[in-house]
């Protein structure tokens, strides 16, 4: 279920009832006011009615809630480049079943995984030239949907067709839009500085799978005092507990910030810095709607940074972008990679960084998976803190974004 409470949108077993959904259900079946319906029946007799409407409809309701969570008009990441060729493969992206592979020459395609026919995934058929045809009965499909045969059939059925979706390729990934695709403009896909520069590294890895909804997610990546408690191998060091945050919204999301002076650096960042002692730390986390993350990390020598400073001449940083997809309410997979301004040739150390984030990325995971379960089935309501400052501006301004398309898609259906 989810809270609305001051535009949370978070899951919690307690927000609304079963018995809540229930009774509204009632009203509407029976056409009345909820008290009116109540005092019509007779207890047992409305009992029976509750749990029926219940078992019946509380699944497709929940459902229906959770995909107002996603914001459709938006560019997410579908897949690596690499991983979707010219075998006919499903993915789920916003609780959308999406049949993708490549043409003969290339180019992405991603259908509705569902003949109109009989709906068996157009993933179970086959591939004939630039064109899918469906398993069960062999309809067929061209690259953009249109259906260019059909059995039996003196023609083509008007209604014989699939939605295909918008895709694009930049930075090593697919990128599909989910909403109108008269919307969908490449320039609005995140952009990502210096990914083309001989001057950077790079470092990444596989897709993770997480057992959360993507927005547990997004409050980690704006929240960087999570590092002193989850990270402590890796990421954290004393200044991380304490030191205040500073919080920026933009036209394009959210950004929480500090600078760290003069302190010891963390594990995975004294590895790699090109300097020795003590240093000054920056910590930017940022998210753009409707998932996609920077998390900027900038190491320079005590008293060379500052929101002011000059920086060093060996000032290491380290841009780790991350690009949330939920699959389905409960579920999200995460793509991440890092660019960093040192030894871009070094594989060996693109290697240890790769292997090294792997690790505190599953440490986020361990938690944001418990975190999912406690906050979908605890008892009493949670509480929010000063850190949680970021998340919640983030959540407000999506929950409005996702209304406000929401209201336009009402207005056009009647």
């Known amino acids: 279920m989810l809270d609305f409470r001051e535009s949370r949108i978070v899951p919690t077993g307690m927000c609304v009832s079963h018995v809540a959904i229930a009774k509204g259900l009632a009203a509407a079946k029976f056409g009345t006011p909820i008290k009116s319906a109540e005092c019509r029946l007779r207890p047992r007799t409305y009992i029976r009615a509750v749990l029926q409407l219940v078992s019946a409809s509380t699944n497709d309701i929940t459902q229906r809630v959770f995909l107002n969570m996603f914001l459709k008009n938006a560019w997410y990441v579908a897949a690596w480049d690499h991983e979707i060729t010219r075998e006919l493969q499903q993915i789920m992206v916003l609780g959308e079943k999406i049949c993708v592979f490549r043409s003969e020459s290339g180019d992405l395609v991603a259908l509705e995984d569902a003949c109109p026919h009989r709906k068996l995934p157009l993933s179970k058929g086959r591939i004939k030239g630039d064109t899918v045809e469906c398993g069960y009965h062999g309809l067929t499909f061209n690259c953009v949907g249109q259906c260019v045969w059909a059995p039996g059939a003196s023609g083509i059925p008007s209604n014989a067709k699939v939605h295909a979706y918008p895709l694009h390729e930049k930075y090593g990934l697919v990128w599909i839009w989910m909403g109108n695709p008269a919307l969908a403009d490449v320039s609005d896909i995140f952009e990502i500085e210096n990914y083309d520069s001989p001057d950077w590294g790079i470092n990444r890895g596989a897709a993770m799978e997480l057992d959360c909804n993507y927005l547990l997610m997004c409050d980690n990546l704006l929240d960087p005092t999570h590092v002193a408690w989850v990270h402590q191998s890796s990421f954290a060091a004393d200044a991380t507990k304490d030191t205040p945050l ?8 959210v950004i929480v910030h500090r600078w760290m002076m003069d302190h010891e650096p963390a594990p995975f960042y004294k590895k790699v810095v090109e300097f020795e002692g003590n240093c000054d730390r920056l910590q930017h986390y940022e998210v753009r709607y409707p998932s996609h993350a920077l998390i900027r990390a900038v190491f320079t020598p005590a008293g060379t940074g500052g929101p002011d400073g000059p920086l060093h001449e060996n000032t290491f940083i380290m841009d780790s972008y991350n690009f949330m997809t939920p699959t389905t309410e409960g579920q999200t997979r995460y793509y991440w990679f890092q660019l960093r301004n040192i ?68 207005q056009m259906a009647e």
């Not at 605890?378 to 000063?386: E, G, M, N, Q, V």
């Open 246 to 253: 500073r919080i920026k919204k933009t036209d394009d999301g």
């Open 343 to 410: 030894r871009p040739e070094d594989e060996a150390l693109s290697q240890m960084m790769s292997d090294d984030v792997q690790h505190a990325f599953e440490e986020d995971r361990a938690v944001l998976n418990e975190v999912q379960k406690g906050m979908a089935n605890k008892a009493s309501p949670h509480i929010d803190l000063p850190i949680d400052g970021g998340q919640l501006r983030f959540r407000r301004q999506l929950q409005a974004m996702i209304n406000e398309e929401r209201e336009v898609d009402q």
